[in-house]
């Protein structure tokens, strides 16, 4: 029986909660997991490298590698293939601005690990 996951710290939860292919008729639906979308705002958007990343969300570089490959596998997988993406569950804490590791706000489980809740 595998341990119990520990919830991956987020920053915050996305202003968004979907986006939806226009133009053409949808095909299904992708879900994107909080730490999913933490994980790629940190190493695309901010720029971060996956050490300094991985230590912001409280996991292992290992760990954090491969939230960020599924993350990108399921984005790139809804814009390629016209899928509703949804961005919701998963396994996260979120944490409080300003608060080192320990200090956590809210605690939350959700659905959607890994690449669960994709087509």
């Excluded at 915050?12 to 933490?38: A, N, W, Y």
């Excluded at 809210?106 to 690449?115: A, C, D, I, Q």
Aim: net charge positive; aromatic share 6%; charged share 25%.
């Amino acid at each position: 029986m595998p341990r119990p996951k520990r919830p991956r710290c987020i920053m915050s939860r996305p202003f968004i909660k979907e986006f939806r292919p226009l133009g053409v008729e949808e095909r299904g639906e992708i879900t994107l997991t909080l730490e999913e979308f933490e994980a790629i705002r940190h190493i695309d958007f901010e720029g971060l490298d996956q050490t300094q990343a991985a230590e912001i969300m409280n996991v292992s570089r290992q760990t954090f590698g491969r939230i960020l490959k599924a993350g990108r596998f399921n984005l790139s997988n809804a814009l390629v293939n016209a899928y509703r993406l949804k961005i919701d569950g998963g396994c996260y804490q979120v944490r409080a601005h300003g608060h080192h590791h320990g200090h956590h706000h809210g605690h939350h489980h959700g659905r959607g690990h890994g690449r669960k809740g994709s087509v």
